[in-house]
T-cell receptor
Framework: NAGVMQNPRHLVRRRGQEARLRCSPM?????VYWYRQLPEEGLKFMVY????????ESGMPKERFSAEFPKEGPSILRIQQVVRGDSAAYFC??????????????FGPGTRLTVL | EDKVVQSPLSLVVHEGDTVTLNCSYE??????LLWYKQEKKAPTFLFMLTSSGIEKKSGRLSSILDKKELSSILNITATQTGDSAIYLCAPANAGGTSYGKLTFGQGTILTVHP
């Protein structure tokens, strides 16, 4: 059973370019969470999605950042017009949904974004 | 705002020592508390705790939750160099659209010397 997959693992962008980060949840999981880990800081929640729905985007910057989880295909975190401050590790986690035994989130390996 | 404080921030021990890592939290709608181990990659799930006073155990690691004190501890006995990592605790939210959202502490950096 494959775990959470993220690609690319490393992404280098110049200021002003767009970054697209992909996340495929574990098989059977329909809940996806995105977290960001800035250098020397802890993991911070960004957005929570279910298939075709954004449930909670309270942790996502209002501008330049967007996320989606289409009916088919991976979840995408999109950062437009990247700036140096966007350099971080972006982790995706998935769970099978609400319920005591099922809301454990399993993390992918992360995408390390470097903005030059 | 939800808050999580872990202590100590860093810890250096020798193989064979026992360590206790602490986590205190303030969460408006507490559901459960999760512990993760992070090496140079993704956080790896260790434990999920939902009930006070019930110890969860996995090999040399164990953890317990105290909902009255809003805290949890993670114990590692007979430490090994492979235990060197950042240990993260994260309470999960139970409220509405924030359901399941994890708030992470800053982590405890554990270094185990041979």
């Amino acid at each position: 059973n494959a775990g959470v997959m993220q690609n690319p693992r490393h992404l280098v962008r110049r200021r002003g370019q767009e970054a697209r980060l992909r996340c495929s949840p574990m098989k059977g999981h329909s809940h996806v969470y995105w977290y960001r880990q800035l250098p020397e800081e802890g993991l911070k929640f960004m957005v929570y999605l279910q298939k075709e729905n954004i449930i909670d985007e309270s942790g996502m910057p209002k501008e330049r950042f967007s996320a989606e989880f289409p009916k088919e295909g991976p979840s995408i975190l999109r950062i437009q017009q990247v700036v140096r401050g966007d350099s971080a590790a972006y982790f995706c986690a998935s769970s099978s949904g609400p319920g005591d035994a099922t809301d454990t989130q399993y993390f992918g390996p992360g995408t390390r974004l470097t903005v030059l | 705002e939800d808050k999580v404080v872990q202590s100590p921030l860093s810890l250096v021990v020798h193989e064979g020592d026992t360590v206790t890592l602490n986590c205190s939290y303030e969460v408006t709608n507490f559901r459960s508390l999760l512990w993760y181990k992070q090496e140079k990659k993704a956080p790896t799930f260790l434990f999920m705790l939902t009930s006070s006073g019930i110890e969860k155990k996995s090999g040399r690691l164990s953890s317990i939750l105290d909902k009255k004190e809003l805290s949890s501890i993670l114990n590692i006995t007979a430490t090994q160099t492979g235990d060197s990592a950042i240990y993260l605790c994260a309470p999960a939210n139970a409220g509405g659209t924030s359901y399941g959202k994890l708030t992470f502490g800053q982590g405890t950096i554990l270094t185990v010397h041979p």
